[in-house]
């Protein structure tokens, strides 16, 4: 990995810290990424769409990357892991709830992609979920564990935003072939996606490659390549401002499906990622 | 309080619940809420700027609804709360850290008010804390009980986004006197607003009102009306989307110190929170 070496705030980091990245702190967690491994064995890639600082588009991203790579003739899943603001079903239409009242969890096959979202589990996904971090762990991991994918090309995660305890337990719980960061042209933005960067690295994960999401011009700026290369990493394409998206996804509707310009700017970013 | 019947995703909230709101996890933090009481007493009024989702312009609030009130002649102190994304520093140009060779810790004065930030306290805030969320909390508990604000007639808090770990953490460690909730004029961000608000007031806490940020017209979107309604609260102005603004904190710049219709816009908002 290009920057193992850079260190990072973190508390006993020298004598916690492992090969396979940092020492989960509550029990039963090693053994339940085994079974979690085993259950997702087939699904040959696991896509992890992140950025440390919310807002940026991340939700947007994984909607509309998971329909193009299925538009590509993959089989493709598509797992909504924020527990805070679960947004997937808003940004999909989906009202539909997961039968919860056996195992295994079946995800809802929508859209040509099979969705599940922790809002899918919960009795009122408009109500918040106030839970400490061990407790989120557990339900992530229960989640994960159960819910049945089959055979997939690509899994990819939505996932919440900040470098701590939800999206640690999920980076600690998944097996994540690599990371998707999303970024927009802002300089601040730029700065907290290079600590987003830096925190999957510190997990021993890969950085697939840097999306400018709300780009002003056809071209990614500046900022965005200079995240790209701070993380030995590169640009994977961007999506322009275009107020048409929010609207979209405001009823429910998808923008690669409705928008052919839209659509070919996922289908040039979808290619790079398969 | 307006909607406290209403329930929430929040398990064992029947056996852990007090008057006060959530029984803490953790030991020990009902003793420091208390010293942290004390610390603060000179302080009017804690504001808490909130939002569960991220990137709505928590931040930006905060930075220039702090300034405004400084500038209508209130002597006032901005927290930033953020341990994941702690960009107060970044959105004022700060490059000075605060001094922790010893307690108590002495927020830094410029542009008329008193600034603390969670990136002031670390070696460098580049990197990613990667903490879980008990550490958090006992790092929040530390900072806020070890910062000297003196007396103040406002301090305006940055929090983190989420409903979980560290938002609860700073709600219940410390006696916020109002929320202030930000929203965008997006149906989906207006849907996590409502959660937010429902978080706070979970947790016996006022909200204050709810500004809405990116605006598209002159007036607040019937989104943002409809978040006010839900909590039984009001709208307390709106913030037209201004490329401007991002620019200016690009650069270390407050917008309200640099442009008359942004300055008169925070100014509307400041004279209805005061």
Redesign the interface.
């Given at each position: 990995m290009h920057n193992t070496s850079?260190?990072?705030?973190?508390?006993g980091s020298d004598t916690e810290e492992k090969a396979s990245g940092?020492h989960p702190?509550f029990a039963g967690v090693i053994l339940q990424r085994n079974r979690i491994k085993e259950k997702l064995a087939g699904i040959k890639n696991i896509i992890g769409i992140y950025s440390?600082?919310?807002?940026?588009g991340k939700t947007t991203v994984s909607v509309n990357l998971a329909v193009a790579l299925a538009k590509m003739g993959h089989s493709v899943g598509l797992l909504d892991a924020d527990?805070?603001?679960p947004?997937v079903p808003?940004?999909m239409g989906i009202e539909q709830k997961m039968d919860i009242s056996g195992f295994p969890l079946k995800p809802i096959y929508i859209d040509g992609i099979k969705v599940a979202s922790t809002a899918m589990i919960?009795?009122?996904a408009?109500?918040?979920?106030?839970?400490?971090?061990?407790?989120?762990a557990k339900m992530l991991g229960d989640f994960f564990e159960n819910t049945e994918w089959g055979e997939l090309d690509y899994l990819v995660i939505d996932l919440?935003?900040?470098?701590?305890?939800?999206p640690?337990s999920i980076m600690q719980l998944l097996d994540i072939r690599g990371f998707v960061l999303v970024t927009t042209p802002?300089?601040?933005s730029a700065?907290?996606s290079?600590?987003?960067g830096?925190?999957a690295q510190?997990?021993s994960k890969a950085i697939l490659g840097v999306i400018e999401n709300m780009a002003e011009g056809a071209k990614p700026s500046g900022n965005t390549e200079y995240v790209a290369k701070e993380l030995g990493s590169e640009v994977l394409g961007s999506i322009k401002l275009d107020k048409r998206i929010?609207d979209y996804?405001?009823?429910g509707k998808i923008p690669v499906m409705e928008d052919e310009s839209i659509f070919n700017e996922f289908m040039e970013i979808a290619k790079r990622v398969a």
């Open positions: 850079r260190s990072v705030n973190m508390v940092m702190s440390a600082k919310g807002g940026v527990i805070d603001c947004n808003l940004f919960v009795d009122d408009k109500k918040p979920i106030i839970w400490r971090g061990a407790l989120i919440p935003p900040g470098t701590s305890d939800a640690l802002a300089r601040i700065i907290n290079v600590r987003s830096l925190m510190r997990l929010s996804q405001d009823n």
